[in-house]
């Protein structure tokens, strides 16, 4: 199958440092290359793929300090749109641009949805666009959406079995693990609470962002400075592995609809249960007492931490290789792939659209190769 995938442009796929979508897509992509499929990713020019690239820009926009992304993804778009006949299925992993801009192709395009969809404003796009074909990431994730939208499957997240090895005995004990993001929504607070009401060590590898400074400065901060609280603060992919490892239980005590939670699978690959709130997509991601325990109150979570101690570790592995595995993503993709390549052919028409001969692209005169769009 000829497959385009469409990353966001803020990170590198897989990203440098932070990117849940960016590292999906290149779990994605390498899986489906690895399963033999003609795959072209279209993402930043500091991307490292199997497959064919496409550099859409230079370097990640974040890292290069562009603040606003829509030009360069419309600059995508346009260049994408006018090779949309080398595909067999263009999957979108950005939000909402390509809706108006492909829709004569729908019976081939595939967008899925990474984020929170209770967000007001991009309403508009999803009550007047109703025929892109729709993927979710969780099942809860589809709460908030019109009723017509045109769901095409769930599939959760995977990651390869290798990412994070699986640590049958962590070291002294272990400890309880919240990896992450410091913020409200993710209740740190929690965490802490729960650690000293057990009596086990919690370690706290987390960023601060700009907009959280204060909850950490005045919330967050001052609890760390209890004798079982130790924040070590940001860690790259390879700490992350030992972190996990080592952990006795990964908290997860969220406090928002989280669509889908990465971490969980990333702590069940390294064998380590999760306690994790009952919001979201928890439920969906967690089977309770065996990859993991699903608790609704701070009473249910201390206790959940004895449970922990006694959960098979290879079963919580066998759990996530059952599900969450990147090939168990990329297969689902697939018959999500060939289940809309079978249904109607016919495609839905923009009244009075019509595509002229390939025009100038960004001062670069027809037929030229722009810099910022060439293929690696």
């Known amino acids: 199958m000829r497959i385009a995938q469409v990353a966001p442009l803020a990170e590198a796929v897989p990203p440098k440092f932070y990117g849940g979508t960016e590292r999906v897509v290149s779990w994605l992509t390498e899986e489906l290359v690895r399963q033999g499929h003609d795959v072209t990713l279209f993402a930043s020019g500091d991307s490292e793929t199997s497959a064919k690239l496409v550099a859409c820009c ?11 992304h829509v030009a360069s993804h419309l600059a995508m778009l346009y260049h994408l749109r006018r090779r ?39 309403m508009p796009v999803y009550r007047t666009f109703t025929g892109m ?8 994730q589809r709460g908030p959406m019109p009723e017509n939208a045109n769901w095409l499957e769930t599939i959760h997240h995977g990651l390869p079995a290798e990412n994070c090895r699986f640590s049958p005995n ?5 400890y309880l693990a919240f990896l992450g993001r410091i913020s409200p929504e993710k209740r740190p607070d929690r965490a802490i609470e729960i650690a000293k009401a057990s009596g086990v060590k919690l370690k706290i590898a987390a960023k601060v962002d700009k907009a959280d400074q204060e909850y950490w400065d005045e919330v967050i901060e001052p609890m760390t400075h209890h004798p079982l609280v130790e924040y070590i603060g940001e ?5 992350k592995h030992e972190f996990l490892g080592n952990a006795l239980a990964l908290a997860f005590p969220i406090d928002w609809p989280e669509p ?25 991601v967690i089977k309770d007492g065996v990859s ?31 599900r969450f595995t990147a090939s168990v993503m990329a297969r689902s993709y697939v018959a999500a792939y060939e289940s809309l390549l079978a249904g109607d052919p016919d495609a839905i028409k923009i009244p009075g659209l ?23």
């Open 58 to 68: 230079p370097e990640g926009l974040r890292l290069a300090g562009i603040r606003d």
């Open 84 to 122: 949309a006949d080398e595909f067999d299925i263009i999957h979108f992993h950005i939000d909402l641009l390509q809706y108006p801009l492909f829709e004569e192709f729908n019976h081939k395009c595939v967008t899925t949805l990474h984020g929170r969809l209770d967000v007001p404003d991009f």
């Open 133 to 140: 074909p729709l993927v979710s990431i969780s099942d809860h």
């Open 170 to 174: 962590p070291k002294d004990g272990g």
């Open 235 to 239: 860690i790259n992919e390879d700490q």
């Open 260 to 284: 889908f939670g990465l971490v969980m699978i990333e702590a069940m690959s390294a064998g380590t249960p999760v306690i994790a709130w009952r919001n979201g997509s928890v439920p969906e």
């Open 292 to 322: 993991g325990v699903v608790v609704e109150s701070m009473d249910e979570a201390i206790a959940a931490v004895e449970t922990c101690k006694a959960m098979s570790r290879e079963g919580v592995r066998r759990y996530f290789e059952t």
């Open 354 to 376: 019509t595509l002229g001969a390939p025009a100038a692209f960004n001062g670069v005169a027809n037929g030229a190769a722009h810099p910022a769009l060439r293929a690696v």
